[in-house]
């Protein structure tokens, strides 16, 4: 089975700073990765996944994740965040063609402040 | 708009009673899932249903039940067997479980046990 560990469960930046919250996986096949957006008492919105292809991949709201396989992880950049990005951010990894075993990471709260 | 569609939003149970958290998708996917988000623990899945009339136990389905009798709706019902219910309840469907792809979640559903 896959796993996930989030490396930073709180982070801290101020507005128009960058930021990139780290996310390792483990598996014994392949994989896709995703990462997951979740504002308070709200379910959760993907980002931006990777599948297959360029190991670089742009996502919504100006965030972009890096695949690394020699590394097994998948951090998540913003280059200048806002305020409005302040939210809980999840890494989730599934075997290919097996949404079942979706697994998730336990979270990294994003807090941007003034 | 197309999506999911969780009711209540928020919910309360003496202990002992049971509950049926509902879930409705009119997005046409075939796969539809539950979880249960606990404060720094991610998400961990309850129960699975790839179709109609089949369901799956995912990873801590004791005390929980499911069923899927039409493919737009997985209802989710605690029972009293669960010992720790309070929690942040998510639905999720995707547009199949064996070809993976993001999964869109709805709003949640919060259960709180008095």
């Known amino acids: 089975a896959q796993s996930v560990t989030q490396l930073d469960s709180q982070v801290p930046v101020f507005e128009e700073a960058p930021v990139e919250l780290r996310c390792n996986y483990s598996?014994?096949?392949?994989?896709?990765l995703f990462w997951y957006v979740q504002y308070p008492n709200q379910g959760l919105q993907l980002l931006l996944k990777y599948l297959s292809g360029s190991t670089l991949v742009k996502g919504i709201n100006g965030f972009e994740a890096e695949f690394n396989k020699s590394q097994t992880s998948f951090h998540l950049r913003k280059p200048s965040v806002h305020i409005s990005d302040t939210a809980e951010y999840f890494c989730a990894v599934s075997a290919r063609g097996n949404n079942n075993d979706m697994r998730f990471g336990a979270g990294t709260r994003l807090t941007v402040k003034p | 708009d197309g999506g999911i569609t969780q009711s209540p939003k928020y919910l309360f149970r003496k202990e002992g009673q049971n509950v049926t958290l509902s879930c409705e998708q009119n997005l046409n996917h075939d796969a539809m899932y539950w979880y249960r988000q606990d404060p720094g623990q991610g998400l961990r899945l309850i129960y699975y249903?790839?179709?109609?009339?089949?369901?799956q136990k995912g990873d801590i389905a004791e005390g929980y039940s499911v069923s899927r009798e039409k493919k737009e709706s997985f209802p989710l019902t605690v029972t009293s067997a669960q010992k720790n219910p309070t929690a942040f309840y998510l639905c999720a469907s995707s547009v199949t479980s064996g070809r993976s792809g993001e999964l869109f979640f709805g709003e949640g559903s919060r259960l709180t046990v008095l």
């Open positions: 598996s014994s096949v392949s994989v896709y």
């Open positions: 249903s790839q179709i109609v009339n089949d369901f």
